[in-house]
């Protein structure tokens, strides 16, 4: 089975139109020679006598109408597909795999997803919700385009932007001892909380590396009493009296309808980001290039 030669088969083409060696070989600046040469190995491989040769010319045989017609549906084919290879590299047509967090569902992400879909109808979006390290481990294995994931990771295979400031807070039942504390817009100390029941939150995600990571610098491990998997669960068993709990900004939310009181971490290491993250070998599709511009530039740094 021989490859299809478009050059041949617009020679083919150019043939049954003029009717003349002469006049196709002139018309695509080559030798009558190679013109007659390409047509008869063509010939000698299908095994078949495209053209009725005489003095006059040439004529399309019965075969020949049907390869030549043949012809014709092919390089319409790829016409085609050079027109659906330039909107997939210019970023109309496409799809952007997006492996996330639950925090960056939880933020800002939605609003500008549903901003880019509008924007770019004919760009299939495929989302997937999973941990930091899932996430990471995707782009890795060629499974998604971008990660937006917490910045607490290794991230030399990757190349970065930020996407979101996201602050860790505490937050705590109105009748708890550290609600006499808490004063309303004021940060507090990691150490003033960590002396208190915990309510832990999915374990070895990023939120919880971060804070074991802390309470071991500070010599006092987390007396966790509870842990639990979601954020809104999280919620429900502080307001059921487990203990207090962190939540990152972009899930304050979810406080909405409860009488829990919340503040911020005082320190640095509490205020972290979400970040857009692909993997630097990858190629940068149009679709990847327009999703992490409207990402920059939508992005806001905290005061």
Not at 73 to 91: C, Q, T
Not at 189 to 199: L, Q
């Amino acid at each position: 089975m021989h490859s299809f030669d478009s050059v041949t088969a617009r020679l083919i083409l150019l043939l049954a139109e003029t009717g003349s060696i002469g006049r196709a070989a002139e018309r695509e600046g080559i030798a009558s020679s190679a013109v007659s040469r390409r047509v008869s190995d063509l010939e000698s491989r299908l095994g078949v006598v495209l053209f009725d040769r005489s003095a006059q010319g040439v004529r399309l045989t019965s075969a020949g109408e049907a390869y030549a017609q043949a012809c014709r549906s092919v390089l319409r084919a790829i016409a085609d597909l050079d027109a659906v290879m330039v909107d997939f590299g210019n970023g109309q047509r496409g799809s952007l795999r997006l492996a996330c967090t639950s925090s960056a569902l939880t933020g800002r992400l939605p609003e500008l997803l549903a901003r880019f879909a509008k924007e770019h109808k004919a760009i299939v979006l495929e989302i997937q919700e999973m941990s930091a390290a899932k996430a990471l481990l995707a782009l890795d294995e060629g499974r998604a385009d971008i990660a937006i994931v917490s910045d607490n990771y290794d991230f030399a295979r990757f190349e970065i932007k930020p996407f979101e400031d996201d602050r860790v807070w505490v937050v705590a039942p109105p009748d708890h001892p550290l609600a006499k504390v808490i004063e309303p817009r004021k940060d507090i100390a990691f150490d003033a909380v960590i002396v208190h029941d915990i309510v832990g939150i999915h374990h070895a995600g990023s939120l919880d590396r971060l804070l074991i990571e802390a309470a071991n610098k500070a010599g006092k491990p987390l007396g966790e009493t509870v842990r639990v998997e979601s954020f809104p669960a999280l919620v429900r068993m502080v307001e059921a009296g487990f203990g207090v709990g962190f939540l990152r900004s972009n899930s304050l939310h979810l406080l909405a309808g409860t009488d829990l009181i919340c503040a911020p971490l005082a320190e640095p290491w509490a205020l972290r980001q979400l970040l857009v993250a692909r993997r630097k070998s990858s190629p940068l599709s149009a679709a990847m290039k327009r999703f992490i511009t409207l990402c920059a530039d939508t992005y806001t740094p905290s005061m």
